[in-house]
């Protein structure tokens, strides 16, 4: 598809495509990374064209002009601060190329003074350690992420993910629903298509990432500010849009969807708005040619727009509007005539699945940021965020006819019964306050405080029972038939009877010029199950050699209150309602050391320790065959710890790449009674993973091929080769994923489709997560080719994902017949996209 889009365009415009160098544009702020004071005077130079540079004015702000166009790391010094440079800085003619510094203050020594810019900050990090720091460049070249954020944090060390087919973060033997998400200040549930109430994970990324900014992302120890979640922090900053243009564009498709990206100044510079809108590419595809094109049986049907309005009230106040929203159905029917060669030359019976999946989400608030000058700043913060969750499951009971090779030869539907319902609506309002205050020169100062409360609230599940027989040997008959009745779950809320509240304050200290120490406490409220705790929390950082080797620990008390429906019973008489809240201590250690310009290793070492998570009572209890229950236990204990290894080039030249590697533990305290081990595996488990990430810019390519034979110029047309182009890989090999495995038995019969008894039954046995899915290895290429006109250009993206087709496994379906059928994760799947700049 890219080929027949791309190849006429390319033949049509190579006149005027090669034959004069254009140039493009740079501009952005530098502000103080503390107090965020906008700086002025502050040297900007373009380190691979030493002669061009400029200073910030008044307001900060700088502007590069005439910058041929490509890719450029970018420094700023003034004397008094830390340095700091920005890699991968793509200069183009479409748009201007926006980027922000953010400097922090150090000690001067008298005399001959030199100013120093560094790659690699621990002042702009939100923790001394166990953080990582990504701008939208860093995210769009990562080969194997589709642009979504999620999947390259998937490469930092710690981070496992039970399957390819959703971004899920399994951070440091975490839970999926135990990692927080913060976009300007506002705490999100899910920037997600197809979320559900217990991962925070999901396909395909709401996140348009040319709107972001940065991300920083923190897999344990992280401070007081960030709390109810015990794993990890993703806080989002959303860039302002173009304040210099009156409008700007990118137009374009990829695996994330076809849309565009606009953006403009308001009222003459002093604001600005950008604006996204994307829907399924799939989806379109599918419209236009049909299924048969793109051989899938259930199209993703979605669509996302994304927004930010900034307005500067005064020198000192800005205000800014957030908006995030995303609907997202799929509907996927079983095929009752798939091949199945295990059932060759046979008639049966047996159920097709059917699902049907409808979710909505949305995010909107306002921020009022108010600089105090040298001092500090206060950020003002109101925000709404609604997620709709609508699952339908069901089962068409159908016999078939099968075929010498396991085709179908003939299908009828006999019976049709439902399985599972789903409807939650989940709506909540909070208002925020944080500051920063720097009291004193060795005392940084953070507060703030959280009210949270549900505006709406309900929740219904409805679970369809079922039929079963079971065999008595002594009496060699069978037993009268066991009903389980319907059960219908449901919790609904309205205004102010559920809140959250949470409380914090932080204290950085500098005990010495190269010894910082970080006090906090935090206290978090929820007044449905009516708990409340205290968290103690600190950091100290150690300057072995200034600005080369860091030693740092942290540790600390992190609570989570409960996924939402285990509050909830299938009485509806709140015997579930007063959980504990889950609890995790970590305790982390790490050395850091920048190896040369560039390049930085890093090596950490951690402890956790999870208690109070929610165990079934029917689990606790299961060795007694008769006893059924859905009453929640907060009483699990889990622990994990670990040892992980993490080097960085930045692309200082024209290679960048990072490599990590991650040992760890994780065991589940076995809950049983009475208790059948002492330990288990837990299902986040990961013993080894590895992540090696490597890019290599060409420049020129396209120049050197125009000088060729004919016989070799005009045939390369086919392929999209520029003067600059972007190659890169990424190889993640982890340990298989635990899981339990089943037995079959005769002696237990289910009424299939409230018309058979089946031939026996799957029971999961008392041996928990003994066994494992066999290891996952993916390789995956990606190849970014930018073409530049004089006001415009075209950037072509081709990624080849699961090169070798590895069979990964995802998971195994248990068929009432006795047999296992293997479902596995992505096979090899090409993906193209294009995006067209103005």
Do not use: C, W
């Given at each position: 598809m890219i080929r027949l889009l791309f190849v006429p365009l390319l033949l049509t415009l190579n006149p005027i495509l090669f034959a004069q160098q254009y140039t493009g544009n740079v501009v952005g702020s530098v502000t103080d990374g503390k107090t965020r004071e906008l700086l002025p005077s502050v040297n900007i130079q373009v380190i691979e064209l030493p002669m061009i540079g400029t200073t910030t004015d008044a307001s900060g702000n700088f502007a590069l002009s005439g910058l041929p166009v490509g890719t450029y790391s970018i420094k700023a010094t003034i004397i008094g601060y830390e340095g700091s440079i920005l890699t991968n800085v793509v200069v183009s003619t479409g748009r201007s190329t926006k980027i922000v510094f953010r400097l922090y203050e150090q000690a001067v020594q008298v005399g001959e003074v030199t100013v120093r810019a560094n790659y690699f900050s621990r002042n702009s990090q939100l923790s001394p350690l166990s953080v990582n720091s990504y701008d939208r460049a860093d995210v769009k070249r990562q080969p194997g992420s589709a642009m979504d954020v999620q999947r390259v944090i998937q490469n930092l060390p710690g981070i496992a993910s039970s399957t390819d087919n959703i971004n899920?973060?399994?951070?440091?033997?975490?839970?999926?629903?135990?990692?927080?998400?913060?976009?300007?200040?506002?705490?999100?549930?899910?920037?997600?298509?197809?979320?559900?109430?217990?991962?925070?994970?999901?396909?395909?990324?709401?996140?348009?990432?040319?709107?972001?900014?940065?991300?920083?992302?923190?897999?344990?120890?992280?401070?007081?500010?960030?709390?109810?979640?015990?794993?990890?922090?993703?806080?989002?900053?959303?860039?302002?849009?173009?304040?210099?243009?009156?409008?700007?564009?990118?137009?374009?498709?990829?695996l994330a969807g076809i849309g565009t990206l606009m953006e403009g100044k308001l009222a003459d510079g002093r604001g600005a708005w950008i604006f996204s809108a994307r829907q399924s590419l799939l989806e379109v595809i599918d419209k236009m040619f049909g299924l048969s094109v793109i051989s899938l049986t259930a199209v993703p049907k979605y669509w996302d727009t994304q927004t930010k309005i900034t307005y500067d009230l005064s020198p000192t106040q800005k205000l800014s509007f957030n908006g995030l929203f995303g609907d997202s159905r799929i509907s996927i029917q079983g095929d009752p005539k798939q091949k199945d060669e295990q059932r060759a030359n046979r008639s049966d019976s047996s159920a097709v699945e059917n699902i049907e999946s409808h979710s909505q989400q949305y995010t909107v608030g306002i921020n009022l940021k108010s600089l105090w000058g040298k001092d500090g700043y206060s950020v003002l913060s109101a925000y709404a965020v609604g997620n709709l969750y609508i699952v339908g499951v069901r089962e068409d009971f159908t016999s078939r006819v099968y075929g010498s090779t396991g085709e179908v030869l003939d299908h009828t539907k006999l019976n049709t019964r439902e399985v599972f319902n789903n409807n939650s609506n989940e709506q909540y309002v909070a208002a925020r306050y944080d500051v920063f205050y720097q009291v004193h020169p060795q005392h940084e100062l953070s507060l703030g405080a959280q009210i949270q409360t549900a505006s709406s609230w309900k929740n219904i599940a409805r679970i369809y029972g079922d039929t079963t027989r079971y065999y008595l040997p002594q009496t060699a008959s069978w037993t009268g038939p066991v009903t389980s009745a319907d059960g219908t779950i449901e919790n609904a809320q309205k205004f102010g009877e559920a809140s959250k509240l949470f409380v914090y304050a932080s204290d950085k200290v500098r005990l010495a010029p190269n010894l910082n120490l970080t006090l906090g406490l935090r206290y978090d409220y929820f007044s449905y199950p009516r708990q409340g705790q205290l968290s103690p929390r600190a950091s100290i950082s150690y300057e072995i050699l200034p600005a080369t080797t860091t030693l740092s620990l942290a540790g600390g008390e992190y609570y989570q209150t409960q996924p939402f429906p285990d509050y909830a019973d299938i009485r509806n008489i709140g015997y579930n309602r007063h959980l504990e809240n889950a609890k995790s201590t970590h305790a982390v250690f790490s050395l850091q050391h920048i190896l040369d310009d560039g390049i930085k290793l890093s090596v950490e070492a951690y402890y956790k320790r999870f208690r109070n998570t929610v165990v079934r009572e029917q689990f606790v209890y299961s060795a007694l065959d008769t006893f059924r229950s859905d009453r929640n236990l907060a009483i699990g204990e889990r622990t994990s710890y670990g040892l992980e290894l993490f080097l960085q080039k930045k692309q200082v030249t024209d290679f960048y790449g990072t490599l990590s590697l991650s040992l760890s533990k994780t065991e589940d305290l076995d809950p049983r009674s009475p208790r059948l081990v002492e330990r288990y595996p837990s299902q986040y488990d990961y013993p080894v993973i590895v992540n090696a990430v490597a890019g290599f810019i060409a420049k020129g390519a396209r120049s050197w091929l125009d000088n060729t034979p004919f016989f070799i110029k005009y045939p390369s047309y086919v392929l999209p080769i520029s003067d600059e182009m972007e190659l890169s890989g990424r190889y993640r090999y982890q340990t298989g994923g635990t899981y339990t495995p089943r037995d079959y038995s005769y002696l237990i019969q289910k009424r299939e489709g409230g018309i058979k008894w089946s031939r026996g039954a799957w029971e999961t046995s008392h041996r928990i997560n003994t066994e494992r899915f066999p290891d996952y290895s993916r390789l995956d290429l990606q190849w970014i080719s930018r073409f530049y006109m004089k006001n415009w250009n075209i950037n072509v993206y081709i990624a080849l994902q699961n090169v070798f087709n590895t069979k990964n496994v995802f998971y195994y379906v248990y068929r009432s017949d006795g047999t296992r059928e293997t479902v596995y994760q992505f096979s090899f799947f090409p993906v193209g996209g294009i995006e067209i700049e103005f």
């Open positions: 899920e973060l399994i951070v440091r033997g975490g839970a999926p629903y135990e990692n927080l998400t913060v976009i300007d200040y506002m705490e999100v549930p899910s920037i997600n298509h197809y979320p559900n109430q217990f991962n925070s994970a999901g396909p395909i990324n709401m996140i348009n990432i040319d709107l972001v900014e940065d991300v920083q992302f923190s897999s344990g120890g992280f401070p007081a500010q960030y709390g109810d979640k015990m794993s990890s922090v993703m806080d989002i900053t959303i860039r302002e849009g173009d304040r210099n243009k009156s409008f700007a564009s990118n137009t374009g498709f990829n």
